[in-house]
């Protein structure tokens, strides 16, 4: 911990983003921790082997730290704090979960209640009656809001409350929303997770995950995982992700202001049958008129946006769902996710609404 951190506590977001996590200040240091490329280090310190610490992990941790209002935990990938977080159940317990989320989540949790291990409750996590029905007996109570890819948010506040009275914990997977725009733990979570792949590092870059929390069980338990697992993050990745986080609230905010610039002109388009947007952020889902062929042939028709999977990057990306086999039936066949990026939204738009205009008349 550093001596100016009273003073980081009183500031904002965006300053914490780009004023947490340095070197301290000293004549000659550098503003910005250099990469460690370490796996041993001399006895007799914290430190010892490069699966229990790294120096440069801990400016990644110390910003999504104080961003989310927690201690965070970097991890080699979002799917590997999934996995640890998951562990954190015992045999036979209860966990409710979203019926549209992440694949990977879904197919960790499908797993684990297949061998017997867990057992798992869907639920609309828009629908907060459900949510909270199901939280009787329940242990873990996982929350994706948005959620992957059918944008459905929900009231953590009030689930938060049920779950805590059912007694089981809120793990929220706050990837799409980021710390900026939605802070779980302030909300009463218990952890929160992040493919810091996405919108942390925000590079196309990097791959990477984290956990939040402010309870120090849990963090210690999570640790003891991340050891015994062995699913550390790479030091390159960590790096990458500071140093991407330095940015992170300027692409928020560009990315969500261009997102908000192209909803309508999307849903008044007449190749467009359907726009999702939550209200907030750089996501957007869209049901192409004319099926799976049309959305098919839209990504291949564009030449800024990149048929892509993965989202939160600078460049503007985009993908139909349902292209991969393992994706939710109840998400329609014409569906792209759309993650809006942070070029001139013109631009954007004349590329986008070119190759909708070429499906209106195919
Ligand atoms: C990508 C993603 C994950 C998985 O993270 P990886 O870094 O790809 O392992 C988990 N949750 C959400 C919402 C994601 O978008």
Request: hydrophobic share 45%.
């Amino acid at each position: 911990m550093h001596s100016d951190d009273e003073d980081l506590a009183t500031l904002s977001a965006a300053t914490i983003a780009v004023a947490a996590g340095r070197p301290p200040r000293e004549p000659d240091a550098p503003l910005n921790f250099p990469l460690t490329p370490a796996s041993v280090f001399v006895a007799g310190g914290d430190r010892e082997y490069g699966r229990y610490s790294n120096p440069s992990w801990e400016p990644f941790e110390e910003v999504l730290g104080r961003l989310e209002g927690g201690r965070a935990l970097a991890f080699s990938s979002g799917l590997a704090v999934v996995a640890a977080i998951i562990d954190l159940v015992s045999p036979g317990e209860v966990v409710v979960a979203p019926r549209h989320a992440y694949l990977g989540t879904l197919q960790q949790l499908a797993t684990k209640e297949q061998r017997g291990q867990l057992k798992v409750r869907m639920v609309d996590v828009s629908d907060t009656a459900a949510v909270l029905d199901a939280c009787e007996d329940a242990a873990l109570v996982w929350l994706e809001s948005p959620t992957n890819p059918a944008l459905e948010v929900a009231d953590i506040p009030a689930v938060v409350d049920g779950a805590h009275e059912a007694g089981a914990r809120v793990v929220v997977d706050n990837t799409f929303a980021t710390p900026l725009l939605q802070r779980p733990l302030t909300l009463g979570a218990d952890i929160v997770m992040h493919s810091a792949t996405k919108y942390l590092a925000g590079h196309s870059d990097a791959v990477l995950g984290a956990a939040v929390t402010t309870d120090d069980a849990t963090f210690a338990a999570l640790d003891g995982q991340r050891r015994l697992l062995g699913s550390i993050p790479g030091t390159l990745e960590t790096w990458l992700a500071v140093r991407g986080m330095r940015t992170l609230h300027l692409r928020v905010e560009r990315a969500q202001q261009n997102a908000r610039t192209l909803l309508p002109r999307l849903e008044s388009h007449r190749a467009v049958d359907q726009v999702r947007y939550p209200g907030f952020g750089g996501i957007i889902a869209i049901e192409v008129r004319g099926g799976a062929p049309a959305a098919d042939l839209l990504t291949r028709s564009t030449r800024l946006w990149v048929h892509a999977t993965s989202l939160g990057g600078v460049e503007s990306t985009f993908e139909r769902r349902r292209r991969w086999q393992s994706e939710q039936a109840t998400i329609p066949e014409n569906l792209v996710r759309m993650s809006v990026g942070v070029e001139d939204v013109e631009d954007l738009w004349a590329d986008l609404s070119r190759a909708l205009d070429g499906l209106a008349h195919a």
